[in-house]
């Protein structure tokens, strides 16, 4: 099904053309592509793609619920004139799934079941739309609807973002006079605050969680929860909190729209902007309108030029295209609809600042940046001539959990991710953005857990233990470079080996080794590299195919020391993203004993490295 969009509107939004008329446009082809996958009745979706670790039935439900909270969006943020079809759909859908005697009914909420994440978009859902649908539903409908969502009481979830489903699904039932228990909204709300790490992030659970879930999740609910509610004082923390984490988080996007790929369920694709409508509703935005929607409209436009959704107006399991590895076991091919919730600046009326407001630069359009953020052990690095965005990562791990096969999960170990790159996912997966010290049996060290160390203006540092081998790691970015620093502690006889981003491309990239540099460059200039800048026996490339969600030929250089010599040493690389018209430098590096660097940067200024028990770093300009 072909998407129809409305002229660009250069006037109105200079950056990127688009307006409210072209996010409507986008929700209706969106709703109306997955019609044909629709059961009778319409009570659940059954899209095309691989099936989830919960099967069809509860994949259909998911079909249903995450479309139905874009179609609540769009209805709500329409006063209800919205084709009067699309109202019958769910209405239709919302008799029939909660009729036990339907074949396509929906499963019944049991204890950490996937039903209980769709209850909460059917509630959410249900909350914005009531006039039109809930409230206008038969009184045995409604009956059953509220039976079904109360199935929630009681039920035990995972201790993670879950916890916020149960808080929304048992408001909603307060609202129409269900069963709902108010200690179990207020442990649900209770929980999130040991999770609350500062300066507006929330971990995902116990540990260092930190990904989009803050945003998408932890920030969202909460502050949804208390506009149901009505409860100012939560309402006023929540928007505190929130503040906080957009004057951050607007930096997460690259001048042409691209997320910065990192953590997991990136299925879920322009989800990424769903916190900063939510600052905008809130009336809890530190960014002006036009920057908001600046931001929003091009990461939107950003999948849409890209493949997503696909001819067929169907978002599938991918990033751009359909791309397995980077999803989760517990994702259906409904999952990516969670990707709905980039439509809440729906609900904002047309006349609202964020939709008339001519659209302002976003950060990356003025000036490079760079961003710390401590309660991640984030470093993030942007450039205003490429539009690229880095982000060095000395904090996040989530160290509960590991890969399916052993390897520490490449979407949160790595020490870099980027808005232009993703992690290798294939055989060479353990190369990319980490520093492995390799024993002579060739296997190499694993950056299960982070120890953060230090996060402070352009730096940060972490360590990690794997056996006998430490590795004590200090970045220092400069521009388009980050410049690490590895102390090194290892038998006698281990290769150190220094990975780079791994960058990928529809067509085959342009490769480069010499002495103490490769690189990777794709047709369009992007370039990938690595320098050995300190202790390095030479550089190399390693190729895949098929193992990268940006493209179906990938690379990553790297720097190798063949032979470490026992005991602590130190490596200097010099890692590089960058667009075309330029090429990596060669800062100057002077290293006095095992924990002191001096650093020539690539822009004149000077940066003095201790790597003791906490690293340090002064910079001189």
Avoid at 231 to 255: K, N, P, S, T
């Amino acid at each position: 099904m072909p998407l129809s969009l409305p002229a660009p509107d250069v006037r109105l939004s200079g950056h990127t053309g688009w307006t409210r008329a072209h996010w409507e446009a986008m929700a209706d082809h969106l709703l109306d592509s997955v019609v044909p996958y629709a059961s009778d009745g319409f009570a659940q979706f059954r899209l095309p793609g691989r099936a989830s670790r919960s099967g069809p039935v509860s994949d259909g439900l998911e079909g249903f619920a995450r479309t139905f909270l874009l179609a609540a969006f769009r209805i709500a943020g329409a006063g209800g004139q919205v084709p009067p079809e699309l109202l019958e759909r769910y209405a239709s859908g919302l008799a029939a799934g909660t009729d036990p005697a339907h074949p396509y009914a929906w499963p019944a909420l049991a204890d950490m079941s996937q039903q209980l994440v769709e209850a909460a978009s059917v509630a959410l859902a249900l909350h914005e739309t009531r006039p039109w649908l809930f409230d206008r539903l038969p009184p045995a409908v409604r009956e059953r609807v509220v039976e079904w969502l109360a199935g929630f009481v009681g039920r035990r979830t995972p201790d993670n973002n879950w916890v916020l489903f149960r808080v929304i699904v048992e408001q909603f039932l307060a609202e129409v006079g269900g069963p709902y228990s108010p200690g179990e909204i207020a442990g649900g709300l209770e929980r999130i605050e040991e999770w609350y790490a500062g300066d507006g992030w929330y971990s995902d659970g116990k540990g260092k969680n930190f990904d989009y879930y803050c945003g998408w999740a932890l920030h969202l609910y909460p502050s949804l929860w208390a506009r149901m509610s009505g409860d100012i004082v939560r309402q006023e923390l929540y928007a505190a909190r929130l503040h906080r984490f957009l004057d951050q988080y607007q930096h997460f996007f690259a001048a042409d729209g691209g997320p910065v790929h990192q953590g997991r369920s990136l299925t879920y694709r322009f989800a990424t902007v769903a916190p900063l409508w939510l600052g905008a509703l809130t009336g809890a935005s530190p960014l002006p309108p036009g920057r908001t929607r600046r931001i929003a409209s091009g990461v939107l436009r950003h999948f849409a030029e890209r493949g997503a959704p696909d001819e067929r107006g169907l978002l599938t399991l991918g990033w751009y295209d359909p791309f397995l590895p980077v999803t989760q076991d517990y994702s259906g091919p409904a999952s990516p609809y969670w990707a709905s919730k980039a439509f809440l600046g729906l609900l904002l009326p047309p006349a609202h600042p964020v939709w008339t407001e001519p659209e302002q630069a976003a950060p990356v359009d003025l000036a490079d940046q760079t961003v710390t953020m401590a309660a991640p052990g984030w470093l993030l690095h942007a450039t205003r001539a490429d539009g690229v965005v880095r982000l060095v990562n000395h904090g996040s791990d989530r160290d509960r959990v590991r890969h399916p096969d052993g390897v520490p999960d490449p979407h949160y170990l790595k020490y870099a991710y980027t808005s232009h790159t993703g992690p290798e996912l294939g055989t060479a997966k353990g190369v990319d953005n980490h520093l492995a010290v390799i024993a002579p049996d060739r296997t190499p060290s694993l950056r299960r857990r982070i120890e953060p160390l230090a996060v402070s203006d352009r730096f940060a540092a972490s360590a990690y233990q794997d056996g006998p081998v430490r590795v004590v790691t200090a970045s220092v970015v400069d521009g388009a470079a980050e410049i690490r620093i590895h102390r090194v502690t290892a038998p006698a006889g281990h290769q150190v080996r220094d990975g780079g981003h791994a960058l990928a491309a529809a067509l085959p990239l342009a490769l480069s080794e010499e002495g103490d540099l490769a690189l990777a460059r794709r047709p369009d200039g992007l370039t990938t590299a690595v320098r050995a800048l300190h202790g390095y026996t030479g550089t190399g490339l390693v190729t895949g195919a098929g193992t990268n969600a940006y493209g179906p030929h990938s690379a990553t250089p790297y720097a190798i020391a063949q032979a470490h010599p026992g005991g602590v040493a130190l490596y200097v690389t010099l890692v590089w993203l960058a667009g075309p018209g330029t090429d990596p430098p060669a800062p100057a590096v002077h290293v006095e004993g095992d924990a002191l660097v001096r650093l020539t940067l690539p822009s004149g200024d000077t940066a003095t490295v201790h790597l003791h028990d906490t690293p340090t770093c002064t910079l001189s300009r």
